[in-house]
């Protein structure tokens, strides 16, 4: 069956520390990735996209790397700080397909 | 430039009870989608409008009607609303072309069924 897996234990870190992220699905061939943060009570906000040629793509404080033979997606927040408290989606889109599949999300908390 | 904006934001119905969550965006994109988010199970497609006079079923249909009244709005209908529907909406719209399936969410609608 088809699967797109995320951590779904919160995870605590302590403010300065690299956040790492883990997303990993089954039985998809996707073209490109996406990661999206969630603060309580808001929509998603897109944050990086990825394609499937891809290893890695840099944003400010935030990486993301994809394998595609892992079948996996990393995503980094260096030098993390409180304000990256949220919940971060991740999601993926098959070649022509207009829909997107996501991720139940990982909960990260940034401890000052 | 609002964005993408969904009515009401709170709504609490009697089982059986009928209501309409509306949807716009100012963005002038093509497609549109209603997601519904559960813990632990992240969003689910219930109803997705590729362009302007089409719409398409999702995971999760069952329960639902959608129509797309003109390329700005998107709204998804509840006509015998169950407690299995209490959930969080989310009505998103696609920008298209180089960044392809980028989505842009709406605030969303806490419905509870009472």
């Known amino acids: 069956s088809q699967k797109i897996e995320q951590n779904s234990e919160a995870l605590n870190i302590q403010e300065g520390k690299t956040a790492t992220l883990t997303c990993n699905y089954t039985?998809?061939?996707?073209?490109?990735l996406q990661w999206y943060r969630q603060d309580p009570g808001r929509g998603p906000v897109f944050l990086l996209l990825i394609r499937e040629n891809e290893k890695e793509k840099r944003k400010e404080r935030l990486k993301v790397t994809f394998d595609t033979t892992l079948k996996q997606s990393l995503f980094h927040i260096t030098a993390s700080q409180p304000a990256d408290s949220a919940t971060y989606l991740c999601?993926?889109?098959?070649?022509?397909?207009?829909?997107?599949?996501f991720g139940a999300g990982t909960r990260l908390f940034v401890k000052a | 430039n609002a964005g993408v904006t969904q009515t009401p934001k709170f709504q609490v119905l009697k089982t059986g009870q009928s209501m309409t969550l509306q949807c716009a965006q100012d963005m002038n994109h093509n497609s549109m989608y209603w997601y519904r988010q559960d813990p632990g199970m992240g969003l689910r497609l219930i109803y997705y409008?590729?362009?302007?006079?089409?719409?398409d079923k999702g995971e999760v249909p069952n329960g639902y009607n959608v129509s797309r009244l003109n390329k700005r709005e998107f709204s998804l209908r509840l006509e015998s609303a169950a407690p299995s529907q209490t959930s969080v909406y989310f009505c998103?719209?696609?920008?298209?072309?180089?960044?392809?399936?980028?989505?842009?969410f709406g605030a969303g609608t806490r419905l509870s069924v009472l």
């Open positions: 998103a719209s696609i920008k298209g072309d180089v960044a392809k399936n980028i989505q842009y």
């Open positions: 999601a993926l889109d098959e070649t022509g397909g207009f829909k997107t599949i």
């Open positions: 039985n998809y061939s996707p073209a490109y």
């Open positions: 409008s590729a362009s302007e006079g089409t719409t």
